[in-house]
């Protein structure tokens, strides 16, 4: 869905979406697509990129707020799709960083020995769950999947240092109140917009900044390694300007930040994984490279990997 597209659903323009945020146009998948759909094939690319067979496959992580079923995770579903006959397979619901604790959950199983190999997926279908009569949040989403193969080696690559936060007193702040447990949907519910994604964007946008900053400080003063050590900064793509205010507090340039947010949006889960995958597919990540991925998301909650590559 382009920028025009937008136009003349809700009281928009492309101006204002393309300077407010930096995005001109997102993918959206079709009423038979789902989440585990395109979960399934993100993990194909990417155990055919680490030449990798789905019986090596001891874990697999799904980081998701659209899962196909309320019961059971997705994971499950897309284990059977793509056949991971040894594995074990469970969603992570951490919304836009839910691929960085998956990827956290994945190198804590590998280095306690609990697993050898894991497959750590972000996936949204977040058109499902997007009110497309509210101007403030619905030009803002679309659908995607990334996924990697985490494996243990001895080699000294790999995650660095990890750190992740949470204040479940801001969840107001970014949530979808009816259709859990607390709101149901009863015979009398009549569509508010309260089963989509709400926010209040400019609060999100402050705490955004602030702690994607003091998460990536973090990872890099454990790691003890400077900006200047970044090769690549994977920022969840939410907003140009987040990006920017985040860039300039890290003193890292833009020209070390990984941008698609043009042309895919925000995709939650998916976010850091399709840009990292991106990144890597354009050669433009090199082996030995410190990599930055950081996210932040409805709960409110927050993280930050450094990965060597
Ligand atoms: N088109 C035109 N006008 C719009 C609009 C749209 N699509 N969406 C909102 N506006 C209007 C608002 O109604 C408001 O109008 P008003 O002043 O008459 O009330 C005005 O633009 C400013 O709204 P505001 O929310 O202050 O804009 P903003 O500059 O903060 O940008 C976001 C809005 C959502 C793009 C921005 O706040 C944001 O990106 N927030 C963080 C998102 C995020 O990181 N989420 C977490 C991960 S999911």
């Not at 930096?22 to 030449?51: H, P, Q, V, W, Y």
């Not at 691929?99 to 058109?127: H, P, Q, R, T």
């Not at 964007?201 to 990536?216: I, L």
């Not at 300007?241 to 930040?257: Q, S, Y």
Request: aromatic share 8%; hydrophobic share 45%; proline share 3%.
């Amino acid at each position: 869905m382009t920028n025009a597209d937008f136009e003349k659903l809700v009281d928009t323009s492309d101006e204002w979406i393309t300077t407010r945020t930096g995005i001109k146009e997102r993918r959206i998948a079709d009423e038979t697509i789902f989440s585990s759909d395109m979960a399934a094939a993100a993990c194909k690319n990417a155990l055919e990129m680490a030449k990798c067979s789905g019986d090596e496959i001891d874990v697999l992580i799904v980081g998701t707020v659209t899962p196909d079923y309320k019961l059971p995770s997705t994971a499950c579903v897309v284990q059977e799709k793509i056949n991971l006959p040894n594995a074990v397979a469970f969603d992570v619901a951490a919304a836009c960083t839910g691929f960085i604790n998956g990827l956290s959950i994945a190198d804590a199983y590998i280095s306690a020995g609990v697993c050898k190999k894991a497959l750590v997926v972000g996936v949204e279908k977040l058109s499902s769950f997007t009110n497309y009569k509210d101007r403030n949040t619905c030009v803002l989403f679309g659908d995607a999947a990334g996924a990697v193969v985490v494996e243990a080696d001895d080699s000294g690559s790999g995650v660095q240092s990890i750190f992740m936060r949470s204040d479940g007193k801001m969840r107001p702040l970014l949530w979808a109140k009816t259709g859990g447990a607390v709101h149901p949907y009863t015979s009398e519910f009549t569509f508010d917009g309260s089963d989509k994604i709400t926010m209040n964007g400019s609060d999100v946008f402050k705490v955004a900044v602030k702690e994607m900053a003091n998460a990536c400080k973090n990872v890099m003063e454990r790691a003890g390694v400077g900006p200047e050590d970044i090769s690549l900064v994977v920022p969840h793509q939410a907003n140009i300007r987040i990006v920017e205010a985040l860039a300039k507090r890290l003193k890292v340039g833009m020209d070390h930040v990984f941008l698609n947010i043009e042309n895919y949006g925000n995709t939650s889960a998916a976010s850091v994984p399709l840009a990292l995958d991106q990144a890597n597919r354009k050669g433009i990540i090199k082996e030995g490279d410190y990599i930055m991925m950081v996210a932040f998301g409805g709960g409110l909650i927050w993280g930050s990997a450094l990965v060597k590559w």
